[in-house]
């Protein structure tokens, strides 16, 4: 079992809708998690942190953990072409001492 | 304020070769660490290491080393190459180690090996 998983996708959506991404974790005693976007052929860039159970949001960002299901997801408010990258979900082990990240999903936000 | 940087951008070796590769972090930040990125998986954990001392490895094999030096800076190193190690190369650094602080990447070396 990978220790993050992510649905690879591609997740298509009209501009203007809300796009929401999944991730799940394996490991219970995870502390922190993270939420990345990354364009084609350009590093990860962080979006968001969340590291307590209920929801965070950030501009048209809105992350949301549920450590009983070893759950995190991203919603996206209002896509935008321009919100169209892969988005990866990673966590910290207990230790803090690994990042482990999910193989991402691909999104793609239609005019 | 700079961010993370790393060198060389793009590099081709051929298979038995040693590569290295170096990072600075962010200033201010005093951990750093390695990922391995093929095309179409997430970034992979190499290593992170804190205050000059390796604080995690992740599962690659010993042909992959590395180190941080007093200035925060870290070099990766990469003995007897094979085809497989062709990959993007990230370097992120954090405030502190052993933390939940975020990681910021740098944009990365491609490595082609041929």
């Known amino acids: 079992q990978k220790e993050v998983e992510q649905n690879s996708g591609p997740l298509s959506v009209p501009e203007g809708a809300i796009a929401s991404l999944n991730c799940t974790y394996s490991?219970?005693?995870?502390?922190?998690f993270f939420w990345y976007r990354q364009y084609s052929g350009k590093s990860p860039e962080l979006i968001m942190s969340?590291?307590?159970?209920g929801d965070k949001e950030d501009g048209r960002f809105t992350a949301q953990l549920n450590k009983a299901s070893q759950y995190v997801s991203l919603l996206i408010r209002d896509s935008q072409p321009s919100d169209s990258a892969t988005y990866l979900c990673?966590?910290?082990?207990?230790?803090?001492?690994?990042?482990?990240f999910g193989s991402g999903t691909k999104l793609n936000v239609k005019p | 304020d700079t961010g993370v940087t790393q060198s060389p951008t793009h590099l081709i070796k051929t298979r038995g070769q040693q590569v290295t590769l170096r990072c600075s972090p962010i200033?201010?930040?005093?951990?750093v660490s390695w990922y391995q990125q093929v095309l179409g998986q997430g970034p992979q954990f190499i290593f992170q290491?804190?205050?000059?001392?390796?604080?995690g490895r992740g599962n690659f094999p010993d042909r992959f080393s590395a180190r941080q030096f007093p200035n925060y800076s870290s070099e990766l190193n990469v003995n007897a190459l094979l085809l497989g190690d062709s990959a993007l190369y990230l370097c992120?650094?954090?405030?502190?180690?052993?933390?939940?602080?975020?990681?910021?990447f740098g944009d990365g070396t491609r490595l082609s090996i041929l």
């Open positions: 990673a966590v910290n082990s207990y230790n803090f001492n690994k990042f482990y």
């Open positions: 200033s201010g930040h005093k951990s």
């Open positions: 969340i590291y307590s159970n």
């Open positions: 290491y804190y205050e000059k001392e390796e604080r």
């Open positions: 490991d219970r005693v995870s502390q922190s």
């Open positions: 992120a650094s954090s405030l502190v180690g052993n933390s939940n602080q975020p990681q910021h």
